[in-house]
């Protein structure tokens, strides 16, 4: 019987670990990889800019209709403020919501242009 019961405990305990990796790791390990993971600029539609002195503010959705997003990343590079963005068609269940209102704090002064960037490929939506 404490075989028995030492299995059930084990298995248990690795099912739990497996559960909780499933969900986290998929939805927000991505973010560790840069702009390699995320979707190409060619699937994502921004339809407002809105740059302030000290916030940038995107909104837009995805050219997809089954997918939700599930977050951002970015940087500024060369006086080029780059951001790529992630969906996901299996873990936005929670939310599926295609459309993004994202609000950077970055301020006007720190970049020239904003690019969407995703994977080898990128896309210019806004110069000064």
């Known amino acids: 019987m404490k075989k028995n019961t030492k ?3 084990i298995l248990s305990a690795a099912l739990l670990v497996i559960a909780l ?4 790791i998929p939805r927000y390990g991505w973010k560790l990889f ?3 993971l995320c979707d190409s600029p060619s699937s994502v539609m921004v ?8 916030s940038v503010r995107l909104k837009g959705g995805t050219t997809s ?5 599930v977050g951002y ?8 403020l780059y951001i790529g963005m992630k969906y996901n068609l299996l873990l936005g269940f929670t939310d599926r919501i295609g459309d993004f209102d994202i609000q950077i704090p970055i301020g006007s002064d720190s970049f020239e242009k904003i690019v ?4 080898s490929s990128e896309e210019v939506i806004f110069e000064k």
């Open 47 to 54: 339809f407002d800019v809105d740059v302030s002195s000290d």
């Open 116 to 119: 969407i960037k995703g994977g």
């Open 7 to 9: 299995i059930i405990i």
């Open 65 to 69: 209709s089954a997918t939700a997003f």
């Open 21 to 24: 990796a499933a969900y986290p």
């Open 34 to 36: 840069g702009f390699s």
């Open 73 to 80: 990343v970015y940087k500024i590079k060369d006086n080029t």
